[in-house]
């Protein structure tokens, strides 16, 4: 089944599909793909999808597939939730036309990163949900397909929650903070506690070496912790624990941070600025938890 949208408003428009053959998959693709060939003034589309499924399209579109981007998804989504989100947003800079017009196939990796535990699963709803408040303004059509062969009931159920049409959709500020709810493991006991205001990337790095980062992966975390830190203004300290490669460390500090996309707006350039700190370390970290609270907010970085 793909969702078509609800309204003629410009925009993103973000669809999804379902399917659980060849046949499924190429019923809903090639109409998509017809319909980006047809659009006036757009780019060529493209589609990023598993290997077998681009060989089906370009089998099924003969000459045509010359006129189609063929992606392999293992190529596109090669990390966490937000580097998705840069990679989308830096391939729209670069190809799409005026108003980010372009239509993008987009298959996501269940059977790899994306799938592997819960906590992914729950990585990418939020992506999913996100995208519709990150991409607003841009007149970019997606179509999201969804392998329930690979995927499962559950995750389908979740991301239909994340389309706007398929008439569960979830307001994705409200499905966010769903996910947020979910209670983060507590500190292991042997959490080491670092003082701030001045939290330093030198004790950040010697912390992460001794807990068997590479020097490179050390450097790369505390960067990541002491911009996050810079963003978040002044905070209580910082508590560091795990080993590698998930090491882990908690920023505290006594305001609300409010602002379910902190983190996952673009920045507009490729150059860090002053307050881009949880961007950059959005990049760099599996894992990156705001949890605001009645007393501030907890921030929580996970490397690996």
Request: proline share 9%; with cysteine.
């Amino acid at each position: 089944m793909t969702t078509q949208p609800t309204s003629a408003q410009p925009g993103f428009d973000h669809r999804m599909t379902v399917f659980e053959s060849d046949d499924e998959f190429l019923a809903a693709a090639l109409p998509f793909l017809t319909e980006a060939l047809a659009a006036p003034g757009e780019p060529p589309p493209v589609a990023i999808a598993a290997p077998g499924n681009l060989d089906l399209l370009r089998d099924a579109l003969g000459t045509d597939a010359k006129s189609v981007g063929l992606v392999p998804h293992t190529e596109w989504y090669t990390g966490s939730a937000a580097n998705a989100v840069a990679q989308g947003a830096g391939y729209l800079a670069a190809h799409a036309g005026p108003g980010g017009r372009i239509h993008l196939l987009m298959e996501p990796v269940w059977g790899g990163r994306a799938g592997r535990s819960p906590r992914e699963t729950a990585e990418w709803i939020r992506y999913e949900a996100l995208a519709n408040l990150l991409f607003a303004p841009l007149a970019t059509t997606a179509l999201c397909a969804y392998d329930s062969r690979v995927a499962g009931p559950a995750i389908v159920a979740a991301a239909r929650r994340a389309h706007p049409g398929t008439g569960v959709y979830e307001d994705p500020v409200r499905l966010a903070a769903e996910l947020d709810a979910v209670p983060l493991p507590p500190p292991a006991a042997d959490a080491q506690r670092l003082p701030g205001p001045d939290l330093t990337a030198d004790a950040v790095c010697a912390w992460a070496s001794a807990r068997g980062l590479s020097a490179a992966d050390a450097e790369l975390f505390a960067t990541a912790v002491t911009e996050a830190a810079a963003a978040l203004g002044p905070f209580d300290g910082a508590v560091l624990w795990g080993d590698a490669p998930a090491c882990i460390c908690e920023l505290r500090t006594a305001h609300r941070v409010d602002d379910p996309l902190a983190g996952f707006v673009p920045p507009s350039s490729t150059e860090l600025e002053p307050g881009q700190g949880l961007w950059f370390a959005r990049q760099v970290c599996a894992y990156v938890d705001v949890r605001d609270d009645r007393e501030g907010a907890s921030v929580r970085l996970q490397y690996g």
